[in-house]
Each structure stands twice: as structure tokens, then as C-alpha cells.
């Protein structure tokens, strides 16, 4: 006798327990309707589902096995996990996306068989005929595919293949494959494995003008690799310079640390001469090495930057050079311990044409600020003994000279916090230097120690004021807190046994466009110590308001400067004036600002300004701004850096980018620089073209380069051309 079928007839959404229609929260099963004519059938005794006129099939979501799967009809069993949709099915599982017009899935196992499939993850997808396999052990073989990383009907270029294995992250192995490239076979592989890590083989081209090259095509192969080993190979070509190449390599080892190297050589026909007049070889070399090791609280670190020549770096390396004029080779050894540090530092010169103290080696111990036992005071120190070396360039008519010196500062505070807002710090300090008998044809000094005492108080404080109702829609402003914080740091050094102008010069003071520190261990110039009795004054003041539920700065202003009670020689009673501020009227409008005024000369010596205005940041922005710079000592505006600067970017489209910027030198009344870029995105190829006008530098004539890079996305990236 057959028994009767229990069929319920549902609409809407429908969680599964046992074989009970229950609302229980634990049930691994959640089905819904994909619109109001959708119809849902459950078996009481057999535990399958139908469903028809769309449905969506939720799997333990909320957890690492969670899946959905949605389709126009399909026919579940929650006891096994099998699922059979048809009709524009789509599972998406551990970030992967499968879109099929049928599928048989187990949820259980994650066992797929499909027909007309399409598979989407981390940038690659796949469709063809039939596909099994189990995201388990993530294999899975399919038939007369298509292998793209263009998500598109119709992909620009494309590997078509009668049969594929795919690892999902690892790689994919196609049998009697063709590559397209458009509707045209290009060439047939009967076996193909690729990677899909992070660098399969790609090459890049950059075809351009530049005046000083010439017409050039800079390529660049990179190998297949993993996270412990990777490179490219550079092949360059230069029609007014020639041939350039040489490798870039990284590495990492979980024992031995990560590191870099690029090396490069080029057989430059057009090489000029040098700061001396001197000819410059033709064949010229650049290498460069870092690698750093970490070991619990110890870290190794060792970096070599050799260049043959001074203008190699310029000549090739136009974006090194701008960032780091001269780069120094060392290598540190360094531990930690809760309050310590112990380091080692080795620097010598390997280019003779930079200037440079050497530190062969340089050993210091550092001591951050810390409590000393259970008492109320806190200590620091530095002690450092090395021995320097300084080197002039080979263009000066200096000699070198070297000595030992050993160095040493301890210091102790006491912090206190009166009536819960008033902060004072006062702190004592002393510091002993030895400087050894000089070595070398620089300096004739026999050995001498200095003595250093130095005592301060820093004193500060915080008020703050909400005001609530303060609004503005002009601004943006949603109720204002106003914060004030002023504070001043008093500095005194009697003048020491030994000043500046009797020792020999290693760690001395660099002009800067900032207030040094009047702090120890902060203020570092050793060689350049000499008495003082100044005060810091600062005054910050903030205005902040909630905006898209977040505190946000309005305004944030700092002023500051010092007051020299007892200026010594070098200095004058008041040292410049500082402004510097953001002001952020929107959340989308920000303006920068950055002043330097000199007070004993009436003359400004630093302006900065800036804008950036973003209201649509993924669609266009636009950015300008002024840098004037006059360098102590000079009172004379002709010895100024003064630029005006512009920029702009914007999307088009999808597919199209613009970008461009301007610097304007007022000083010399011209346009100094001025770069254009146009970006086209071909889903599968990315396209873009660079137009420079750049002012001569003193070296060579005015430039005008036009520089084209055209790359395959399966993984973009900008080149490391040269």
C-alpha cells in the first residue's frame, strides 16, 4: 500500500528543522521566494524542497561553510545537501561565484556537476560545457572552456581550451588550449600551467620620447613566482643613450628575512662629464641591496646603494633621485628590551663623489623614559662610543680626518599634575663626550672632553568648551567642541668647557625648514651643543564637529616659536614665527597651511599653502598650492625657491581617466614642469600615455617626454621601469 504524499505548499520564506517547518534559529537551512509569484513545495516524509518561479537557498550562514544559491527553479534534499537548480543559477561560496543554467550541488560536500557554467574569483573567470569537482580539496576539471580575466561576454583576450584542471588561488593547467586575442587565435598550446598567484610571467612595454633619450622602449619580463621569490628582468633602449638592463629581485625567508636587489648597467653613448669635468665612463652601473632580518626583539638591517658615477642616479633613476639625493649604504644590528635598546651601526662611504661620515662602527645604548622603581622620578639616557671618520667628496679640496668619540647623557624627571589640568615636568640632566687625538691630514686635535649641563621645566595644560547647538549647513557643522592647549618648554645649558667651533664636526646642525628641538636626547647635533636659556611657546587651537558619524577637525592651528632669554652667537633674541594649520570648511574641501616669518629681519621664510578640493573622490579632484622657501642666513629674495603648483584628476568613465599638473617657478617666471596623463581601461589591457615638459636643470636642455605603457590585467601593476 503506497503512502500517501504530505506535501506543503508555501510562499514567502521558510527556515527547515528535522523534518518540521519550524522557525528554529539553529536550522542549517533558509529558503526564500524570489518575488511574490514564487511557490514553494516541501515533502513532510522526504524532506525535499520544490521550488519554482525563483527562490534563494541560504546554507549555515554566518559561518565559514556558509553558501547561497539562487535560480529560477530548483529541487532540494536536506538530508543529503543536494540541490538542483535550473534557470539562471547562481552559488556564491568562499568568494567564489558560480553562474550556470543548471547545476547539481551538495551543500554537505561541495561536490558540483554543471552544465553552461561560469566561475568568477580573485580576477579570473571560467565558462564552458561541464565542470565537476570538490571545493573541499578545491579541484576541479571542466571541458570547452573559456579562460579570462575579463569579466565580459565577449573578453578582448581569452585562452580557449578542450580541457582544464583549476586549483582556485594555485594555478590552472589547460590541454590543447588557443589564445585569442579579439575573435583571432593567436598560437596553440597543447599543455599550459599558470600560476595564479601573485607574478605569473608578464611583460610590459613603455614605448616614448624624451629629449634627453631620444625615442625609447623600456621592458621589463617578470618570471613566475611565490611570496618567497620573485623578479623581473629590465631590457631598455635608448636611441640618443643605448642599451640598458639588469634584474630586480625579492626574496623572503621566514628564517632568514626579505629582501631586494636591482641591478643595472647601461652602455650610454651620450655620458657627459662630471662635477669635476672629468669624462664619465660609458658603461655605467647602479646596484642596490636591502635586507632586513627580525628575530623576536632583534632586527638586522643592511642596505647598499652604489652608483658609479654622480649623475647616474639622475640620469636613470629620475624618481630615486628626487626622493633621496644621497642615499647611504649601512648596515644596523639592533635588540630591544623593555625600556632599551642596544644597536650597532656600520656606515661607510662607497661612493667617492658623495661626502659622508663614516661610523666603523657606531655603538649606543638607549634608554626610553621610564620610572625608576616605585619612585616618582623617570630617567633617560643615551650612550653612544664610535669611531667617525668624515670624508669629503672628491671634488673638495678638504682632507679627511677621523677620531674616536664616546658619548654619554643620562637625565631624570619628575612629572606632576596639579589640581587635575595643569601639567609640569621639570628634568635635570648632565652629558660627558670624548673626543680622541684626530686621524688624518683634516684636522691636527689632540684628545679633549667636554661636560654638558642642561636642566628645563615643560609645563602644559588642555581646556576644552562644547558648545552643542553651534550648527552651520554652510560648513558642515553639527555642534562644535573647541579645544585650547598651550605650553611652554624652558631649556637651560651654561655654556659648556668646550663650543662647537673647538671640536671637530660629525653630528652637527642641517638647515631646515623646521624649529629644531631644544630637548635632549631629541636635539642630536652632539658636536654642535653650546649653552642656552630659551623658552618654547606654543599655542594649538581645534575646532571639532561630528560629521558622517565621526569627529572630524574644523580647524586645527598651531603656533610657535622660541624666546632666547641669553641667545648665544649664532643666535638672535626671538627665533621665527610658525604657523601651521588645516582647515576642513567641508568634508570634502581641505586647505593647508604652513608660515615661517622672521622676526628679526621682518621677512617671510616660509609659505606654504594648499588646497584639495575631492566633493566626488572616485570621479575627480582638483589640488593647488604655493611653496616659498628662503634658506637662513640669506636676507635676499633672489636666493628663494618660490613654486606655484596645480593639479587635477578626473574619470570620464569606467573606462577613461584624465590627470594632470603644473609647477610654475615665479622666481624664474616660467613653467618648471607640467605632466599629462590619459588612463584607458580595456578590461582585460590597461592603456595610458604620459606627456612631461620639464625646464632644464643645468645638466642637460629643456626636456619634452611622451612615454606609453600598454599591459596585460590578469594582475596590473605599474612597471618598475627606469
Known sequence: MRKPLLWLTLAGEVVFGGFLLAQDAESPWKV????????????????????????????????PEAAVLSSNNAILNQKTGNITATGNVILNREDTVWKAERLEYNFRTKNVTSAQFRVGKMGYFIKGAKMTGNQTNGVFQASDIIFSADDSEKPSMFIKAKSVEVVPGEHVIFRNATVHIGNQPVFFLPYYKRSMKRHPWNIHFGPGY??????????????????????????????????????TLNYRSDKW????????????????TDSRGLAIDRERDLAQWSHRLRRGDFTATAVMEYESDEFMRRDFYEDLYQNNVQPNTYLELSHDWENYNLSMLVQPRVNAFYENIDRVPDFKLSGTRHR??????????????????????????????????????????????????????????????????????????????????????????????????????????????????????????????????????????????????????????????????????????????????????????????????????????????????????????????????????????TINHGFTISPKPNRWNIHGGQYYYLAHPSNSKTDRTDVFYSGLGYRLNENWSFSTRQY?????????????????????????????????????????????????????RDPEFH
Open 257 to 272: 628575512g626579505d629582501g631586494y636587489l636591482n641591478l643595472y648597467r647601461a652602455f650610454d653613448d651620450d655620458p657627459l
Open 372 to 605: 625608576i622603581g616605585d619612585s616618582p622620578f623617570f630617567y633617560d639616557t643615551e650612550t653612544s662610543v664610535g669611531y667617525l671618520r668624515h670624508r669629503y667628496d672628491n671634488a673638495s679640496a678638504n682632507n679627511d680626518y677621523g677620531l674616536l668619540r664616546a658619548d654619554s647623557l643620562h637625565q631624570i624627571y619628575l612629572p606632576k599634575t596639579y589640581g587635575g589640568w595643569l601639567n609640569v615636568t621639570p628634568r635635570i640632566g648632565g652629558r660627558f663626550t670624548h673626543y680622541g687625538e684626530t686621524d688624518g691630514t683634516g684636522s691636527s686635535k689632540t684628545s679633549s672632553e667636554r661636560y654638558v649641563f642642561n636642566t628645563g621645566v615643560e609645563v602644559s595644560t588642555k581646556f576644552s568648551k562644547l558648545m552643542p547647538n553651534a550648527a552651520s549647513k554652510l560648513f558642515d557643522v553639527n555642534g562644535i567642541r573647541h579645544i585650547i592647549q598651550p605650553s611652554i618648554n624652558y631649556a637651560f645649558i651654561p655654556r659648556p668647557n668646550r663650543v662647537p667651533n673647538e671640536l671637530d664636526q660629525f653630528d652637527y646642525e642641517l638647515t631646515s625648514p623646521h624649529l629644531l628641538p631644544i630637548e635632549f636626547p631629541e636635539y642630536n647635533a652632539i658636536d654642535n651643543i653650546d649653552s642656552q636659556n630659551v623658552l618654547r611657546l606654543s599655542l594649538r587651537n581645534r575646532l571639532q564637529t561630528k560629521r558622517d558619524a565621526s569627529l572630524q577637525d574644523v580647524v586645527d592651528w598651531n603656533l610657535y616659536t622660541d624666546w632666547r632669554i641669553d641667545p648665544n652667537s649664532s643666535q638672535n633674541t626671538f627665533a621665527d614665527l610658525f604657523s601651521d594649520a588645516i582647515i576642513r570648511p567641508r568634508s570634502w574641501l581641505s586647505l593647508n597651511s604652513g608660515l615661517r616669518y622672521d622676526l628679526d629681519n621682518s621677512l617671510w621664510r
Open 210 to 247: 624624451k629629449s634627453e633619450w631620444g625615442a625609447y622602449l623600456l621592458s621589463s619580463i617578470r618570471w613566475p613566482s611565490d611570496e618567497k621569490f620573485g623578479g623581473e628582468f629590465h631590457l631598455d633602449y635608448r636611441s640618443k643613450r643605448g642599451v640598458g638592463l639588469g634584474p
Open 664 to 716: 610654475y617657478d615665479s622666481k624664474r617666471g616660467e613653467m618648471s614642469q607640467h605632466d599629462y596623463n590619459i588612463h584607458r581601461d580595456m578590461r582585460s589591457w590597461t592603456f595610458f600615455v604620459n606627456l612631461s615638459f620639464r625646464k632644464a636643470t643645468g645638466r642637460r636642455d629643456d626636456e619634452m617626454r611622451i612615454s606609453v605603457n600598454y599591459s596585460l590585467k590578469f594582475r596590473p
Open 32 to 63: 526564500e521566494s524570489l518575488n511574490a509569484n514564487g511557490v514553494i513545495k516541501f515533502d513532510l516524509e522526504t524532506g525535499e524542497m520544490r521550488a519554482n518561479n525563483g527562490v534563494r537557498v541560504r546554507y549555515k550562514e554566518g559561518t
